[in-house]
């Protein structure tokens, strides 16, 4: 997830340094985006996995998928607010998405991967 997020902060990045729709920035963005997008759907169930294990996975997935389709939602949001606040320009809200990317990575190294996880715990009790 940290890979990802930096690789997606510098694929936003490419694209917010490109001067127009032509520019190689571009297509280099849309590479590494679109090599990311598969991968990406796979962490909201796999970092809640590895938290909280197979018997915490309900309980918390209850919670977390609603969220995420909120904050997913919450993107058009962004969207518009930094072209109202720029005269249209949607470019500005690549920085606030890679901003978001880089927090991500934040938040996601400072996570106790297996705080809540019975299972990897009893795999490594003793060890």
């Given amino acids: 997830m940290v890979g990802f997020g930096v690789w997606y902060a510098i694929a936003l990045l490419c694209n917010f340094g490109a ?3 032509s520019s190689p920035l571009v297509y280099v963005s849309l590479f590494m985006i679109a090599m990311g997008i598969g991968g990406s759907a ?3 169930t796999s970092l809640p ?3 909280f294990g197979r018997q915490g996975f309900d309980k918390v997935n209850s919670v977390i998928f609603p969220i995420q389709g909120a904050i997913t939602a919450l ?3 962004v969207n518009g607010v ?3 606040m720029t005269g249209g320009e949607i470019k500005m809200a690549y920085l606030v998405f890679a901003a978001v990317a ?3 990575v934040v938040l996601v190294l400072i996570v106790n991967e297996h705080r809540f ?3 990897w715990k009893a795999a ?3 060890k």
């Fill in 49 to 51: 996995t590895s938290i």
């Fill in 19 to 21: 001067t127009d729709s």
């Fill in 42 to 44: 796979n962490f909201t």
């Fill in 82 to 84: 930094v072209q109202k």
């Fill in 117 to 119: 996880n019975r299972d």
């Fill in 124 to 126: 490594h009790a003793g």
């Fill in 75 to 77: 993107c058009f949001l």
């Fill in 102 to 104: 880089l927090v991500n």
